[in-house]
């Protein structure tokens, strides 16, 4: 396939260590690998340029982020606003072809005169004001609290300008239905992840894992919830592991012989602790979403057990154990710990998760933008 893009990407996509930037990565690098001619336009926000993006882009365009207190004086959201770049416009202005904005964030100039008669589809993360409204929810300090709240809110509203977009694509069903019901143009497309197809071991591993961001508070509260009703009251080891986790989770963790805290795992090391556990524990107080921890944990490690909300808006409910209350984990717990993960679940789980395979999906996404191409071969 010979065809052309452009994607607006909110950051730079690498290193990809984080939810929506490891899907942009990984849907360039699918779309690159099916003959996809990617022009990527990024905002640069404390990350450096990196070859790994110039080896699967035909071109790339860097373009700093205005974070000035004004932008935040405005009734556009903070996100939006500040990558307002008038020379990402012109150079989206200067050809035809389709353009993908890689998230809310980055649909500034989505319904200006001079993109008229462009393909223009948009990766939607999130329903975007109930993710920040949920973050405000979680959070402590007044001001970003106050942020969050306003910050919804200003989404909430913006959202709107989504009618100048030919198709949006979701991560999850929850969120399809959401957009679709709208405006009426939304595609489920699960995100991209770096497993092109199940790898997890066979065999037993010695421990249970809880992995997440811990610098954010809803998931150091889990973390918090779980060393409490749940890893406290059993005989194996557990891991919590994330960045930057909080003194007080190390404080509460340290009480405890069978429980310990990996700070700031590299890539690799966060791999090894997902492939090599017994037992990925997924656990959430919201469903937002999909969860790329959940989809990392299904192709690259064994037993996952998950709560209701960690999967709500999936197809992934029978790859996984969901259990909701902490006697229900803990029993659940027991029963997998000594439960060899075959080469029979292994290949079980290859067909529950065809649906997302990147494989499977960047040929979704060329049927959708590309139709003509795809259809005349």
């Known amino acids: 396939m010979s065809s052309t893009l452009h994607i607006v990407s909110l950051n730079i996509p690498f290193p990809p260590d984080y939810g929506g930037i490891i899907d942009s990565y990984y849907r360039i690098k699918s779309l690159h690998e099916a003959g996809v001619g990617v022009h990527l336009h990024c905002f640069e926000y404390g990350r450096d340029h990196t070859t790994k993006l110039e080896n699967i882009c035909k071109s790339i365009n860097y373009y700093p982020r205005n974070t000035s207190f004004i932008k935040n004086m405005s009734l556009l959201p903070y996100t939006v606003f500040s990558r307002d770049s008038e020379k990402l416009l012109e150079n989206l202005s200067g050809d035809n072809?389709?353009?993908?904005?890689?998230?809310?964030?980055?649909?500034?100039?989505?319904n200006h005169r001079y993109l008229s008669g462009r393909l223009k589809i948009v990766r939607v993360h999130n329903i975007e004001h109930r993710y920040y409204m949920n973050m405000a929810r979680f959070e402590k300090n007044p001001a970003r609290k106050l942020f969050y709240g306003i910050e919804s809110l200003r989404l909430q509203k913006y959202e709107k300008i989504l009618k100048n977009a030919d198709i949006l694509l979701t991560v999850s069903v929850t969120d399809q239905e959401y957009f679709e019901k709208n405006y009426h143009n939304a595609e489920f497309i699960p995100s991209f992840h770096p497993c092109e197809?199940?790898?997890?071991?066979?065999?037993?591993?010695?421990?249970?894992?809880?992995?997440?961001?811990?610098?954010?508070?809803e998931n150091s509260i889990v973390a918090e919830y779980l060393i409490t009703k749940?890893?406290?009251r059993l005989p194996y080891?557990?891991?919590?592991?994330?960045?930057?986790?909080?003194?007080?989770?190390?404080?509460?963790?340290?009480?405890?012989?069978?429980?310990?805290?990996?700070?700031d795992p590299d890539?690799?090391?966060?791999?090894d602790l997902i492939r090599n556990a017994q037992i990925n524990l997924l656990f959430a107080i919201s469903a937002i979403g999909l969860r790329l921890?959940?989809?990392?944990?299904?192709?690259?490690?064994?037993?996952?057990?998950?709560?209701?909300n960690i999967i709500k808006g999936t197809l992934l409910g029978p790859a996984c154990h969901i259990e909701d209350s902490a006697d229900g984990i803990i029993e659940k717990i027991h029963q997998l710990m000594n439960k060899p993960f075959t080469r029979q679940i292994i290949?079980?789980?290859?067909?529950?998760?065809?649906?997302?395979?990147?494989?499977f999906n960047v040929n979704r996404l060329l049927r959708l933008i590309f139709p003509d191409q795809v259809n005349s071969q």
């Not at 290949?347 to 494989?359: F, K």
């Open 97 to 110: 072809f389709p353009v993908l904005f890689d998230g809310l964030h980055t649909t500034y100039w989505i």
């Open 197 to 217: 197809h199940v790898e997890s071991p066979e065999g037993k591993g010695d421990y249970i894992v809880f992995h997440a961001d811990l610098s954010v508070n």
């Open 230 to 232: 749940i890893f406290s």
């Open 237 to 263: 080891k557990c891991v919590i592991a994330g960045k930057k986790p909080p003194l007080f989770l190390k404080k509460k963790a340290s009480a405890f012989n069978n429980i310990s805290i990996i700070s």
């Open 267 to 271: 890539d690799d090391q966060m791999s």
């Open 293 to 308: 921890k959940l989809l990392i944990s299904l192709f690259s490690g064994r037993h996952c057990i998950v709560n209701s």
């Open 347 to 359: 290949a079980e789980r290859e067909g529950m998760l065809e649906l997302y395979s990147n494989s």
